[in-house]
């Protein structure tokens, strides 16, 4: 195990960051799930959220998107202190949200539901288009009309054309037939690696989402309780059976 000292340092300055969160605790009602995690992330970095179910992972998510109530610390993007605001207004200040819900418009066309919520910047509704051909090809079809996987596509597609500056996915290939996670992890292998968008995955498959991320976090009872890079992580099985059980690491 790393020390506590040690852990999330790899941001080398305050300049480079774009997240920091500083000794949170956030939960539901009365109960606390995080009881004082802190970690950075670099500009243009990619974050694999690993751990147990119940470990705290989609808790983190929801504080940094803030739907969780939070009983202590601070949440800063890009240098702003974020942690007052809203969920909409942490949205316009640059958090892009796909959550396991999904949340799409189901009464809305897919071409209605990106230009909806679209915002200035390098990603638009044609872009979206490029990156995910199906979403074209059914631009006319409401939200309920699509496929699970088409659902999900318009999901972070949506996230995209708010042009965020994180990116939150959680949960990204949770009941997604094997083409579609194929095409899902081809997108975001994309977006992250020649795109350079930063982002925070949370998901099961650890050796998948190991694949496309720089570094990796495992989480513990609401606690960074290692931390690595991915590929580093991918080559070390011995840890992914610890902290993940051995069924879990045999089966990504």
Do not use: C
Request: glycine share 10%; net charge positive.
């Amino acid at each position: 195990m790393i020390p506590a000292s040690a852990r999330f340092t790899w941001a080398s300055a305050p300049m480079t960051e774009i997240l920091r969160i500083e000794n949170l605790r956030a939960g539901y009602g009365e109960a606390v799930v995080l009881p004082g995690l802190s970690l950075a992330l670099e500009r243009g970095q990619s974050l694999a959220l690993l751990g147990r179910n119940g470990m705290g992972k989609t808790t983190l998510v929801n504080s940094i998107v803030g739907v969780t109530r939070r009983f202590g610390g601070k949440i800063v993007l890009d240098g702003k202190d974020i942690t007052a605001l809203r969920p909409d207004q942490r949205a316009l200040a640059g958090i892009g949200w796909v959550p396991q819900e999904r949340n799409i418009f189901k009464s809305l066309t897919v071409t209605e539901n990106l230009s909806a919520v679209a915002l200035p910047g390098n990603w638009n509704v044609e872009r979206v288009f490029e990156m995910f051909p199906r979403l074209k090809e059914r631009r006319y079809n409401l939200g309920n009309q699509l496929s699970g996987g088409e659902q999900q596509m318009l999901a972070v597609g949506r996230s995209l054309v708010l042009n965020p500056k994180l990116l939150l996915l959680d949960e990204p290939l949770e009941g997604l037939a094997p083409i579609i996670v194929d095409e899902l992890l081809a997108a975001l292998r994309r977006i992250i690696a020649e795109e350079k968008l930063s982002a925070i995955l949370v998901e099961q498959n650890a050796q998948k989402i190991l694949g496309v991320t720089d570094r990796a976090a495992i989480l513990e009872r609401g606690a960074v309780v290692h931390e690595a890079a991915s590929a580093d992580l991918r080559k070390q099985p011995q840890i992914l059976e610890s902290y993940l059980g051995v069924g879990k690491a045999k089966r990504a």
